[in-house]
């Protein structure tokens, strides 16, 4: 299976939807696009030709020739990485990035109609008073559902965020030498890097340095001073595991927000930050230490409300009625003021329901500016359907070869249903209700299961996210899927590649003399149900 896209034509055409392929990606076109998983052998590896990098180049970027750069608008954000005023960065982008979309007074179609008198649209269809009861019971029983529908959503929430809530800090040292799952730990954050190198910079930043310059040797970059950063925002943060990753974004970042409902784990991530200023930043990889950052934090449910409300959100720039109805001003100059929208090992929470998956597709296209990106990582549905239907077969096989039952259950004796669910000494998915034969989710919404990983997660109910169901909603979103691959295969692609190759040896992904992965087979089959995918805003 190949997602990824790798065109070289300097004119990409838009694609129709019969071309891409199954994961719903634009399929390559044009005379360099790479074949199907080739893999480097041994004396290739480290190729410090431009070619690995041409391909991680041509990656990203390629949909988004169909969402090019909007005509100068008053609304622009283009050209900001240096403020001319002495503002604080706070300051900086209230001052710069405010939406006036969202601010707008309705146009004078919108308001509502004034009526000639008041009190005469209800004088007109008076109704008899059992149509009265009846309106009035349909009133409370509506009003009861969505009271229960509240109380259950919130309690899984809080399910949620008091499990991470409680999850403790244990220290990198700790990660990296006692814990049991150090080698999946790192194979996850190499993971997580990997996206952020490919996809994090922007068209213009990734075209300057195309084949011909190397953003990570100073040297030979042109004027650092002159490089438009990042404005990136982070839905589920977590801890601020990734603070110090983007901190070695190949296009600097300048504004960092971390989200995430659980408040013990955002505090812990503005420690986080704290320690990285306090030590100055660090150095960038090869690169001299770079002046760290801005950041700001907020405890945020991310995907069952609106990030509207939210200070530094409103600041840099939203559209909050992003998606379908939403105004087409908002969407033709894009609306939010973010350069990326990331989401790691979180979108699955958002799938409880329909309403919370649109809360956070509407999130994040409301909060990305056009050609912005939003990047992340989440269970494979793929996996999962592979695993349910195999399940349902094996059972009905075993049904079949049992002799023909002659008793019933005795009195009071209750035949326990079996389950599907499947892992090992390390993680496990087990679901408590039934699942589909034939392993495909319809609705798309609220499959849930319980999630075990030794160390880190402790039985917390997730939700499938049925890959197709969600790209096919993203396009009400104009989010456009440029990359979408399993965990595994993005190794077998990016291992050899002259930066994310020499990364992984730093981050103890892999054995610098055998140059295998440093992972149990159990760990390898853990990070397997996961696969990491990019959308553009166009
Ligand atoms: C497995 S952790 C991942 C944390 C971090 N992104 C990382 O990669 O290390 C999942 C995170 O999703 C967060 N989360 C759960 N429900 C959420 C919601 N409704 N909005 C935003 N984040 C949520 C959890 O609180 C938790 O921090």
Redesign the pocket.
Known sequence: MDSSPGSGAPKARTPNPAERDRNGAVPPSGPTAQPNGSTPGADQQYQSGPANKRKRMQERHQARRRGRTPPPSIYSRRNRSRSPSNATPRDDYSRRSRSPLQRRSPEPEEQPKQRKRPGGGARAGLLNPEQLRRRQEERERAMEEDAMRTSRDRGV?DV??QH?NAVPERGREWRKTESKIKGLRSFNNWI?STLIQKFSPDEEFAARFNDTKDWADDSTRPNPVEDKQLLVL??????G??LGKWQLAPQKVELYVG????NI?IEQARDRYGQMRSRGGGGRGRRPPTALFHAEFAT?????ESLADVNIIQRVGIDPNAGPGGSLMASRWGGGGFDVVT????IH??FESEEKARQMLSNVAGCLKKGGRFIGVCPNSDVITGKVSTFHKNRKEQEAAKPAETEGPEDGEVEEEERCGWGNDIYSVRFPGDTPENGVFRPPFGWKYTYFMSE??EGVPEYVVPWEAFRALTEDYNLELQYRKPFLEIWEDEKNDRELGPLSERMGVRDRSTGELLMTEEEKDAVSFYHAFCFYKV
Do not use: H, T
Request: glycine residues 12%.
């Open positions: 929430s949620v965020r991470y997580k982070d839905l589920g943060c977590g801890k595991g990734d989200l995430d409902p659980a784990s945020k449910d991310c995907f069952g989401s790691m090992f979180a929470y958002a880190a997660v």
